[in-house]
């Protein structure tokens, strides 16, 4: 059974950085693309970044936010740096879906319970 | 920069049937774009229902179906229950590793 859970969050300054982690189990780390998708109060869900072959991110975190992620340990992580109050949500880590031959099907099969990011002065 | 929409709200009586879409602000929404779509009450982590268009997750009830109407993605739940009062989000791949989300779309069964 694929297990996620992420760790990491808390309240934070605007500007300060955070580190966020995700515990995975239940499946071959490195052979999935992983990613981290958010969802600010009271509202909709927002993709964040994927680590697959490469990595990818959303232009709102570009350039501030880093993902990467540790096969021998099975975590993956979000850095975040230059942090804004519109940074402020749930942050879930969410593993990708495959086909039976492994090509990516582009969707997210699994997530994690998520953990509370809040940007505040 | 593109974005998917979504109706914001949906009313359907128990055991009825509703269609939720999920469109592109520019062009058609095709099985390129890989559409899923998930469910999420409010306070939990987001539930996958369909990818692919419309391959049912696993333990997913056959009430909820996928499809591509028109130009846009569609997802139909036949027979509404109580416990499908949720919302519902759609994903589309965009290409080059980018996923967008649609706003969602709440659904009350009255």
């Known amino acids: 059974e694929v297990q996620l859970l992420e760790s990491g969050g808390g309240l934070i300054q605007p500007g300060g950085s955070l580190r966020l982690s995700c515990a995975a189990s239940g499946f071959t780390f490195s052979s999935y693309a992983v990613s981290w998708v958010r969802q600010a109060p009271a509202k909709g869900l927002e993709w964040v970044s994927t680590?697959?072959?490469?990595?990818y991110y959303a232009g709102s975190v570009k350039g501030r936010f880093t993902i990467s992620r540790d096969t021998s340990k099975n975590t993956l992580y979000l850095q975040m740096n230059t942090l804004r109050a519109d940074d402020t949500a749930v942050y879930y880590c969410?593993?990708?879906?495959?086909?039976?031959?492994?090509?990516?099907?582009?969707?997210?099969?699994?997530w994690g319970p998520g953990t509370l990011v809040t940007v505040s002065s | 920069q593109t974005v998917v929409t979504q109706e914001p709200s949906f009313s359907v009586s128990p055991g009825g049937t509703v269609t939720l879409t999920c469109g592109l602000s520019s062009g058609s929404v095709s099985t390129s774009y890989y559409p899923s779509w998930y469910q999420q009450i409010p306070g939990q982590a987001p539930r996958t229902l369909i990818y692919?268009?419309?391959i049912r997750s696993s333990g997913v009830p056959d009430r909820f179906s996928g499809s591509i109407l028109g130009n846009k993605a569609a997802l139909t739940i036949t027979g509404a229950q109580a416990d499908d009062e949720s919302d519902y989000y759609c994903v589309l791949y965009m290409g080059s590793g980018i996923s967008v989300f649609g706003g969602g779309t709440k659904v009350t069964v009255v």
């Open positions: 692919s268009t419309n």
């Open positions: 969410a593993k990708r879906g495959y086909d039976a031959s492994g090509s990516s099907l582009f969707y997210f099969d699994s």
């Open positions: 680590i697959g072959s490469n990595t």
